[in-house]
């Protein structure tokens, strides 16, 4: 039970915040309301398009730093499960990276049910993008760790 609650408690936690951020129905206006005025204010010579432009990168990448948590997270999780494979193994970063793809693709599916949302398959590329991501500062942590000192008893 507490492999469990180490592991995979995060994860779920995580997840319930990512479905909770995808029902918002006005997501868009939540995050122009913060984003456009301080571009304006910090650039005011900014066409309105560009100030759109920077605004729509922004939420990509809180798209890919979202999922690159979530990559991390489930990661970590499968190291903790019990099971005879290595610490970083491609069967547990293809299990990891398939986790990612699959909620990625539930969560877009989630968004054809709430107003003004638009499911988009290239927003679960983006996902998983960051999921992969995620894994890769889950190697580099790894690697890490084995290189560190180990300290002497």
Same mark, same amino acid.
């Given at each position: ?11 779920? =936690?995580?997840?319930? =915040? +990512? ?5 918002d129905?006005?997501?868009y $206006?939540?995050s122009?309301? +913060?984003i #456009?005025?301080?571009l304006?204010? !910090?650039f005011p010579?900014m066409?309105p &398009?560009?100030?759109?432009? +920077?605004?729509? !990168? ?5 798209? @890919?730093?979202v999922?690159a948590?979530?990559?991390?997270? @489930? ?11 290595p610490?970083?193994?491609?069967p547990? =970063?293809?299990g990891a990276l398939? +986790?990612?793809? !699959?909620?990625a693709?539930?969560? #877009?599916?989630? $968004?054809?049910?709430? %107003?003004?949302?638009t %499911?988009?398959?290239?927003? =679960?590329?983006i ?7 995620? &894994? ?9 760790r084995?290189?560190a000192p180990? %300290?002497?008893?």
């Open positions: 039970m507490r492999t469990f609650l180490n592991g995979w408690l995060p994860v779920l =936690v995580w997840m319930a =915040v +990512i479905f909770g951020a995808s029902a129905s006005h997501s $206006q939540h122009s309301r +913060i #456009e005025p301080l304006r204010w !910090l010579h066409s &398009l560009a100030v759109a432009q +920077i605004h729509h !990168l922004f939420r990509k990448c809180c798209h @890919v730093a999922y948590t979530l990559g991390f997270l @489930v990661f970590r999780a499968l190291n903790q499960s019990a099971n005879p494979l610490a970083w193994s491609w547990r =970063v293809g398939l +986790i990612v793809f !699959l909620y693709c539930s969560d #877009e599916f989630h $968004q054809r049910f709430v %107003p003004t949302r %499911p988009l398959f290239s927003d =679960v590329c996902d998983t993008a960051g999921g992969a991501l995620g &894994l890769c500062a889950a190697w580099v942590c790894h690697r890490y084995r290189a180990q %300290p002497s008893k």
